[in-house]
T-cell receptor, first 113, second 109 residues
């Protein structure tokens, strides 16, 4: 079966712009999570959605937001981009949540210049 | 708050040697522990979960609640085990993974 698909793979944006990243989970998976990966901070949790509802949110500013659609596909949006937002953004899906183990996508590499 | 500590950034061993990747956690509730692995140029993938009590690719990990540890072990390392290993914690009531900083395992011939 198809894995977790993230688009685009690479993105270059200018400070102050906004960006939307997309994630298609494995078919049948209802939980989608987003993580930010940087060399300095490692893997940090952004938010988790289950059946279109946000169940958990990490310690990120309000510029970071997300949503999940009825087909479980998810998007995350970052507004007013800052240089420090440059990172690899990973999406992961699971049947019900973290307990079942997550399947990760390849990520979207965001560079803010 | 939940926290995962992986004290070693890099662990270098020779092929055939035993391997132990350390992981300690801090969580007052009932923990769920995982090991994730990332091979070169591949995506992050689940290696094993404590709840499954399974052995994957020769790796095992036992949850020790007294010592709050979940160390990953393999009796005989192989070159193809070279990768980045992340210990992660979840728990009842929070549907997220808290990751450690990762340990790079390098297995030399």
């Amino acid at each position: 079966k198809a894995g977790v698909t993230q688009t685009p793979r690479y993105l270059i944006k200018t400070r102050g712009q906004q960006v939307t990243l997309s994630c298609s989970p494995i078919s049948g998976h209802r939980s989608v999570s987003w993580y930010q990966q940087t060399p300095g901070q490692g893997l940090q949790f952004l938010f988790e959605y289950f059946s279109e509802t946000q169940r958990n949110k990490g310690n990120f500013p309000g510029r970071f937001s997300g949503r999940q659609f009825s087909n479980s596909r998810s998007e995350m949006n970052v507004s007013t981009l800052e240089l420090g937002d440059s990172a690899l953004y990973l999406c992961a899906s699971s049947l019900e949540g973290a307990t079942y183990g997550y399947t990760f996508g390849s990520g979207t590499r965001l560079t803010v210049v | 708050a939940q926290r995962v500590t992986q004290p070693e950034k890099l662990l270098s061993v020779f092929k055939g040697a035993p391997v132990e990747l350390k992981c300690n956690y801090s969580y007052s509730g009932s923990p769920e522990l995982f090991w994730y692995v990332q091979y070169s140029r591949q995506r992050l993938q689940l290696l094993l979960r404590h709840i499954s009590r399974e052995s994957i690719k020769g790796f095992t990990a036992d949850l020790n609640k007294g010592e709050t540890s979940f160390h990953l072990k393999k009796p005989f390392a192989q070159e193809e085990d070279s990768a980045m290993y992340y210990c992660a914690l979840s728990g009842s009531g929070f549907q997220k993974l808290v990751f450690g900083t990762g340990t790079r395992l390098l297995v030399s011939p």
